[in-house]
């Protein structure tokens, strides 16, 4: 079964440093997003892309942060200059084309998480 | 986007059926249920998704009512592996950015 993929598993940073987290889609869908969820705390939406554009983005994706498709199958999510409050699980996720019938619509398919600690 | 209400926590034991309700008084028309999974450090998972009446599919059951203004997520003899939180979400289409709630957190005990 096809399955969104991330890397590192976990980023350990120093505040103020710039980091990448990485992301590989399910190939054939055309829909991406990042989320964030703080220990604890409920999945946040940070931004969706589409078409090699930001479809979407809420108010915590400020100019910190950005989104790149480089080469047609990464997916990428850099934070500039981190912050102690950067520190979170972030997911990727991927959805795709309608295959006929009512099973696909609002189907993300979420990744494993990158967990991001800043020091 | 519509938003949800759900109980933050419910407890049960392993081998009952657990009825998750989740209230969306402001769906819209076009707007179909979804309901996610999800287990400790890792992404949500999709479970069930239904527009009205009910749908089943090999983990779970999901009723909706006439109004569409809640909808109940069943689990039939739950197991301590169901034990997770799990999030009602309304939406109609593949860019939808969802909004989680806190969801609900199940226990399911022995």
């Known amino acids: 079964e096809p399955e969104v993929t991330q890397t590192p598993s976990h980023q350990v940073t120093q505040m103020g440093q710039e980091v990448i987290l990485r992301c590989v889609p399910i190939?054939?869908?055309?829909?991406f997003y990042w989320y964030r969820q703080i220990l604890g705390q409920k999945v946040e939406f940070l931004v969706s892309?589409?078409?090699?554009?930001?479809?979407?983005k809420s108010e915590i994706f400020d100019d910190q942060f950005s989104v790149e498709r480089p080469d047609g199958s990464n997916f990428t999510l850099k934070i500039r200059s981190t912050k102690l409050e950067d520190s979170a699980m972030y997911f990727c996720?991927?959805?795709?084309?309608?295959?006929?019938?009512?099973?696909?619509?609002?189907?993300?398919?979420f990744g494993p998480g990158t967990r991001l600690t800043v020091l | 986007l519509a938003k949800t209400t759900q109980p933050i926590s419910m407890d049960s034991y392993e081998g009952q059926e657990v009825n998750i309700t989740c209230s969306h008084n402001?769906?819209?028309?076009?707007?179909?249920i979804t309901w996610y999974q999800q287990f400790p450090s890792q992404g949500p998972r999709f479970i069930i998704q239904?527009?009205?009446t009910k749908v089943t599919n090999e983990v779970a059951s999901l009723f909706i009512p006439a109004d569409r203004k809640s909808s109940t997520l069943s689990l039939p003899r739950v197991s301590l592996s169901d034990t997770a939180v799990y999030y009602c979400?309304?939406?109609?289409?593949?860019?939808?950015?969802?909004?989680f709630g806190p969801g609900t957190r199940l226990s399911v005990l022995p």
């Open positions: 996720a991927s959805s795709g084309v309608l295959a006929g019938g009512l099973s696909s619509y609002n189907e993300q398919f």
């Open positions: 190939s054939n869908h055309l829909y």
């Open positions: 892309f589409y078409n090699n554009e930001i479809s979407e």
């Open positions: 402001n769906i819209a028309t076009n707007d179909y």
């Open positions: 239904g527009y009205k």
């Open positions: 979400l309304v939406g109609y289409n593949y860019g939808q950015n969802f909004v």
